[in-house]
């Protein structure tokens, strides 16, 4: 068998149609275009990739994109003074604060100083709530992202056996919540597993098998179950090229659908975030 490849990108190019158009008609409702503004604390090379990919998604879907560049000495509370004026800026509909973020900013405490309206990233405790409660406005964008690619197979959810290799707060905890929220029956592995040796025994049941770890290969072509969908998160730079968490050319032998990396989650990460501002211009005029 050889895997049907998962395109984000040609998913997300539909997605993006249907954002343009709602864009396009709000602007005429409105007078108005939603926006996004980005909070940058001091220069970092990895961010500016994300800035300029943010900034050009929102340009072509006619979404304003304001970037604010806060010097490196910036202070926790000069930040949240910031983010408070946001939330208060009417022509402000979402906030998103990039990171890194310096040392001595405790990230969590940012995030939780944007108004849960505003908060894009649906990164916020009350929205993170309303994603266990699965009734979510904004979800995490990455978790997001992994959800749509499994959807877009068409395969029936309820039932299955899923692995998530990876429990961060903006992937593998929230998906494992989404996965849920479908009744799928979802196993959530990290570190530990990975320590204890067991990684191969859970991959090897994995009919949806999700891995945001962040070590290129880590998950070797012959653990995957025939047939599985495989959403492969990670992002690593070997040498000049970008490489997944899966070992992909074995495990596309093996799996029904996958996701190649790049172009398989990131360019639905930022097509969620698009989605998530202009959701949230709606409920503010
Ligand atoms: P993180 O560093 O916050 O979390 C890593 C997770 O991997 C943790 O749960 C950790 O316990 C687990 N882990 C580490 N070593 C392990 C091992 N040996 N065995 C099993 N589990 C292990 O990472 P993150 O922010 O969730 O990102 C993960 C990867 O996804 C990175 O490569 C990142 O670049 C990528 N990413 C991609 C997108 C996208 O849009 N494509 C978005 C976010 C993150």
């Given at each position: 068998?050889?895997?049907?490849?998962?395109?984000?990108?040609?998913?997300?190019?539909?997605?993006?149609?249907?954002?343009?158009?709602?864009?396009?008609?709000?602007?005429?409702?409105?007078?108005?275009?939603?926006?996004?503004?980005?909070?940058?604390?001091?220069?970092?090379?990895?961010?500016?990739?994300?800035?300029?990919?943010?900034?050009?998604?929102?340009?072509?879907?006619?979404?304003?994109?304001?970037?604010?560049?806060?010097?490196?000495?910036?202070?926790?509370?000069?930040?949240?003074?910031?983010?408070?004026?946001?939330?208060?800026?009417?022509?402000?509909?979402?906030?998103?604060?990039?990171?890194?973020?310096?040392?001595?900013?405790?990230?969590?405490?940012?995030?939780?100083?944007?108004?849960?309206?505003?908060?894009?990233?649906?990164?916020?405790?009350?929205?993170?709530?309303?994603?266990?409660?699965?009734?979510?406005?904004?979800?995490?964008?990455?978790?997001?992202?992994?959800?749509?690619?499994?959807?877009?197979?068409?395969?029936?959810?309820?039932?299955k056996e899923a692995v998530i290799i990876g429990h961060s707060e903006i992937v593998g905890k929230p998906l494992s919540l989404l996965l849920l929220n479908k009744f799928v029956t979802t196993t959530v592995c990290h570190i530990a597993t990975g320590e204890r040796g067991v990684l191969p025994e859970h991959v090897k049941k994995a009919e949806i098998l999700v891995v945001a770890v962040g070590r290129a290969e880590i998950v070797k072509g012959d653990w995957i179950k025939e047939g599985a969908i495989v959403i492969d998160v990670g992002i690593n730079r070997v040498g000049d090229k970008l490489v997944g968490d899966v070992e992909f050319e074995k495990a596309q032998e093996r799996a029904a659908f996958i996701t190649p990396v790049p172009g398989g989650v990131g360019p639905l990460t930022v097509t969620m975030l698009m989605r998530n501002v202009v959701s949230a211009y709606k409920e503010q005029v």
């Open positions: 068998m050889s895997a049907q490849l998962l395109k984000g990108r040609d998913i997300a190019a539909k997605i993006k149609e249907d954002i343009k158009a709602e864009v396009e008609s709000l602007k005429q409702k409105t007078g108005k275009s939603p926006k996004l503004v980005s909070i940058q604390v001091g220069e970092n090379a990895a961010s500016a990739v994300y800035i300029k990919s943010q900034k050009k998604n929102a340009e072509n879907l006619g979404i304003e994109y304001e970037l604010k560049t806060l010097d490196a000495g910036t202070t926790e509370e000069s930040l949240i003074s910031e983010i408070k004026k946001l939330n208060q800026d009417k022509s402000a509909s979402g906030i998103i604060v990039q990171l890194p973020l310096p040392k001595g900013i405790d990230l969590r405490l940012a995030m939780s100083n944007i108004t849960p309206g505003k908060d894009v990233e649906g990164m916020h405790p009350e929205n993170l709530g309303h994603v266990l409660l699965g009734d979510a406005k904004f979800s995490p964008c990455t978790a997001q992202a992994a959800m749509t690619l499994i959807e877009s197979t068409g395969v029936k959810l309820y039932g």
